[in-house]
């Protein structure tokens, strides 16, 4: 909305405003508004939430030094999501249909976890929604971004392609083409493309989701992660910079660095109150909120290959809690991990609750990291 007032509408009149133009400013000024923002309205929500007895549920078969957690106010990912698409809404280009589809989804996995949190509550236990259930709904969300990314890549402004990391010539397309002038069975085409969204969307909430078990865990983790988005992003879209790296240009997702911009500042405005010891916790509703977000940034700015390394620590949690089910249903009850996920394997060996928070954010840092170089590695 600024952006459209301050720039289309007032730089005819005043040339100064033609700062509003620029993508890195409108960035900065996003993440700016989203912390202050966070930290304005974190007070007052966590009071509401207190008021309204929306406590957390501590599971009974976690570590016993969690159970003191129990009462702490949840789905403070409210605060998030808020801080997020107040500044989204003010400082990007609202007629990029890119920008839409992100937010949406954000919103779409914020209103699953809303219900999931919700159900929690009101049964005054840990258990909400039935992972049947939350998958499915994942499901659905996913199935339909992909739907609209669809129509985007028929109009010419999106690619179905999938870029491999380290490999320049090598971009399979997920629409097939051939199958497109198929009378009864056009929509077959879009079938790979839309499962593949569908899986790395829920992949992305679930790994956020099961992350989010320390005080500032994931929150931290988020704040690294979008930060890399940021960061590529901004050079898929820079014809510069797209050119030099050999990337796949597309003009119209550089909008979506401001989103990320304001996922950075937002985030960090929450850990603010979720460091430990935690004042609020962002329960379902945050975790899957950022989830969704990064994998829809990811899935269009043709990067969701990177995600094992952009949100490596997201990865490693989601993948200790599969390889731990699967021993015990696959081996008489035998356990891979003291306990899954994995962050609680080493608070029973032994670590504190921050010092394993610490190292997991080091190697969040390391693992983003290790993402960027690989955009000149190619």
Avoid at 184 to 208: D, E, R
Avoid at 310 to 338: A, D, P, T
Wanted: aromatic share 12%; hydrophobic share 55%.
């Amino acid at each position: 909305m600024l952006y459209w007032l301050l720039y289309q509408k007032l730089f005819p009149y005043f040339r100064l405003f033609r700062i509003f133009h620029y993508l890195t400013f409108r960035t900065v000024f996003a993440s700016l508004t989203a912390l202050l923002t966070g930290l304005l309205i974190g007070p007052f929500l966590i009071a509401r939430l207190r008021e309204f007895q929306i406590g957390q549920y501590i599971r009974e078969e976690g570590p016993q030094s969690h159970q003191k957690k129990g009462g702490t106010p949840t789905m403070g990912g409210l605060l998030i999501v808020i801080s997020i698409l107040v500044p989204t809404l003010l400082w990007s280009d609202l007629s990029n249909p890119f920008v839409w589809i992100v937010v949406l989804s954000m919103l779409a996995f914020a209103g699953i976890g809303f219900i999931d949190d919700y159900a929690k509550v009101t049964k005054r236990t840990n258990k909400g929604l039935s992972a049947k259930g939350k998958l499915g709904l994942q499901f659905l969300v996913g199935a339909c971004v992909a739907v609209a990314l669809s129509v985007l890549n028929q109009r010419g402004v999106y690619s179905a392609r999938l870029a491999f990391p380290f490999l320049k010539r090598f971009r399979p397309d997920l629409i097939i083409g051939s199958l497109l002038h198929q009378p009864h069975f056009w929509w077959l085409a879009f079938v790979p493309f839309i499962a593949w969204v569908v899986l790395v969307l829920a992949g992305a909430s679930n790994a956020v989701n099961l992350t989010d078990g320390l005080d500032g865990l994931a929150i931290g983790c988020t704040i690294i992660a979008a930060g890399a988005l940021t960061v590529l992003t901004y050079v898929s879209g820079h014809v510069v910079f797209s050119d030099y790296l050999e990337l796949q240009r597309m003009p119209m997702v550089s909008e979506l660095t401001i989103f990320c911009g304001a996922m950075v500042g937002g985030s960090i405005g929450f850990l603010w109150y979720n460091a430990h010891p935690a004042e609020v916790f962002m329960g379902d509703v945050g975790s899957l909120a950022l989830g969704g977000a990064i994998g829809t940034v990811a899935v269009i700015i043709k990067q969701e290959l990177l995600l094992p390394l952009i949100g490596g620590v997201f990865i490693m949690e989601l993948f200790s809690v599969i390889l731990q089910v699967g021993s015990y249903k696959l081996r008489n009850g035998k356990r891979i991990f003291k306990m899954a996920p994995l962050h609680h394997h080493f608070e029973l060996l032994g670590w504190s609750e921050s010092k394993v928070i610490a190292r997991f954010w080091i190697l969040a840092l390391i693992f983003a990291l290790l993402a960027l170089t690989t955009l000149k590695l190619r």
